[in-house]
């Protein structure tokens, strides 16, 4: 059976792919998703301080969680787009 991938960028698509089988796994994708991003950001931040002044973190990187349904917990890797330059980079995590 082929797992399951959903693209998420929306709360609503989170509500929709959640179940009680699944929220564990799910949950601890997102939060080690969302640690992830918030590093990068603040990496960006320290190296680029006069291009991220004032800016949200959407601003400087853009990204979206894809989350595979395979029955484990863990990210593989991260997706992430420049804003300012276009260029897409794949992080892994593992």
């Not at 699944?22 to 680029?48: G, Q, W």
Request: glycine share 4%; with cysteine.
């Amino acid at each position: 059976m082929k797992n399951k991938r959903y693209k998420i960028t929306t709360f609503e698509q989170i509500q929709n792919v959640i179940t009680s089988e699944n929220k564990i796994r799910f949950l601890v994708d997102l939060a080690s998703y969302l640690m992830s991003y918030a590093d990068m950001c603040e990496a960006t931040r320290k190296n680029h301080p006069d291009e991220t002044k004032g800016k949200q973190n959407t601003e400087i990187i853009e990204s979206h969680f894809i989350w595979i349904d395979d029955g484990k917990e863990g990210v593989t890797h991260i997706e992430v787009t420049n804003k300012k330059t276009g260029e897409t980079k794949i992080i892994k995590t593992t």
